[in-house]
């Protein structure tokens, strides 16, 4: 039997607003990347992935980040928005996000509620 070769698609993953010169912002967009392809592990049909930054400064030159980021699946639409002083932060965090969208469905609740005996009791009646 031959080996299986998998033919792997690009995944559309789009960031808005990031300063392409900057090393940070080339950091936090690989960290986005690798994340969305552990995703794509789990979630075989990512649509598409998109991460849009806005920078507001004040007169000085620290900048404030705020990321929006939204994941679309043909079932769901998933949305973050994350907020920081250092652009890599904030997609460390939106990073440890995406990976709790992996190991727990949010269909399913936490713990199951059994009813109360009484009203099982009450039904079969």
Do not use: C
Not at 65 to 86: A, T
């Amino acid at each position: 039997m031959p080996p299986t070769t998998e033919i792997s698609t690009p995944l559309p993953v789009y960031i808005v607003g990031l300063d392409v010169q900057d090393i940070e912002s080339s950091l936090a967009k690989s960290k986005f990347q690798k994340s969305i392809e552990s995703l794509s592990r789990v979630y075989h049909d990512i649509a598409e992935a998109r991460a849009t930054v806005k920078t507001f400064s004040n007169q000085k030159e620290r900048k404030h980040f705020e990321v929006h980021v939204l994941i679309r699946m043909p079932k769901q639409q998933v949305e973050f928005i994350e907020e920081g002083w250092f652009i890599e932060e904030v997609f460390e965090n939106i990073g440890s996000k995406i990976k709790r969208l992996m190991t727990k469905p949010r269909d399913s609740p936490s713990r199951r509620r059994f009813p109360a005996r009484s009203v099982t009791a009450a039904a079969r009646f």
